[in-house]
């Protein structure tokens, strides 16, 4: 197995930085799947096709981390027919993640798509990097958090203005509790047992989800 690698708490000192890490906790665990946000395309199962990034590099690293907060599923995704995953920094608990080595473009490419916007014009990070969260608008993946620092450079990711006791949970669908859990698990640090036990434990999972159904899924349970 890999190594965890370690985020630093603390909020960068560059406010103006050429690279970010960019932490996936959803769909995007899943390497392929971000490679149509970064290079355009549309991948399997999706309803629409991205432009991807203006820089279509793809990220010169990955490594997997764990994050403070709550993983929760909320609102209904048309593609993937389920609640869909949204990360709230300020909830007690961990999150596992992977943290792609990106530009600074290319962040606010990925994220411009996450809000169906054209990946056409940088953001100004200088109010995530300063305080942590910065607001871009009301929408479902609208809001940028730092959740810390690895080398230096600020570990970002996009999710919702709300918290996880301020919306209805909804129970992701099977393909989606699959894609999610099998992206975890290629990450290559944690084992199956693992992962089927952090997912069927988030907010919305919960209940509807069991640990033997989430390792069926990544074909692990041997019965």
């Not at 999610?180 to 434990?201: M, N, R």
């Given at each position: 197995m890999k190594a965890l690698r370690v985020v630093d708490p603390g909020l960068p000192v560059d406010r103006q930085p050429?690279?970010?890490?960019?932490?996936?906790?959803?769909?995007?665990?899943?390497?392929?799947?971000?490679?149509?946000?970064?290079?355009?395309?549309?991948?399997?199962?999706a309803a629409r096709e991205y432009p991807g990034c203006r820089d279509p590099r793809m990220p010169e690293?990955?490594?997997?981390?764990?994050?403070?907060?709550?993983?929760?599923?909320?609102t209904w995704s048309p593609v993937w027919r389920g609640g869909r995953a949204f990360y709230d920094a300020g909830a007690t608990?961990?999150?596992?993640?992977?943290?792609?080595?990106?530009?600074?473009?290319?962040?606010?490419?990925?994220?411009?798509?996450?809000?169906?916007?054209?990946?056409?014009?940088?953001?100004?990070?200088?109010d995530v990097l300063a305080q942590g969260r910065a607001e871009l608008g009301e929408g479902r993946y609208e809001t940028l958090v730092c959740a810390g620092r690895i080398e230096g450079?600020?570990?970002?990711?996009?999710?919702?203005?709300?918290?996880?006791?301020?919306?209805?949970?909804?129970?992701p669908s099977r393909p989606y509790v699959g894609f999610l859990a099998s992206g975890l698990l290629s990450?290559?640090?944690?084992?199956a047992e693992a992962v089927a036990s952090y997912v069927a434990a988030c907010p919305g999972a919960a209940g509807h989800w069991t640990e033997r159904d989430i390792a069926a899924l990544m074909g692990t349970d041997e019965g």
């Amino acid at each position: 197995m890999k190594a965890l690698r370690v985020v630093d708490p603390g909020l960068p000192v560059d406010r103006q930085p050429t690279h970010v890490w960019y932490a996936a906790y959803g769909s995007n665990l899943h390497l392929d799947r971000l490679a149509a946000y970064v290079r355009g395309g549309r991948p399997a199962g999706a309803a629409r096709e991205y432009p991807g990034c203006r820089d279509p590099r793809m990220p010169e690293r990955a490594e997997a981390v764990e994050l403070g907060g709550a993983l929760y599923f909320a609102t209904w995704s048309p593609v993937w027919r389920g609640g869909r995953a949204f990360y709230d920094a300020g909830a007690t608990g961990r999150v596992l993640a992977r943290a792609y080595l990106v530009t600074a473009g290319q962040f606010a490419d990925i994220a411009a798509q996450e809000m169906y916007r054209e990946p056409d014009i940088d953001l100004d990070l200088e109010d995530v990097l300063a305080q942590g969260r910065a607001e871009l608008g009301e929408g479902r993946y609208e809001t940028l958090v730092c959740a810390g620092r690895i080398e230096g450079l600020p570990v970002l990711t996009f999710t919702a203005p709300w918290g996880v006791g301020d919306v209805e949970w909804v129970a992701p669908s099977r393909p989606y509790v699959g894609f999610l859990a099998s992206g975890l698990l290629s990450a290559g640090v944690w084992d199956a047992e693992a992962v089927a036990s952090y997912v069927a434990a988030c907010p919305g999972a919960a209940g509807h989800w069991t640990e033997r159904d989430i390792a069926a899924l990544m074909g692990t349970d041997e019965g």
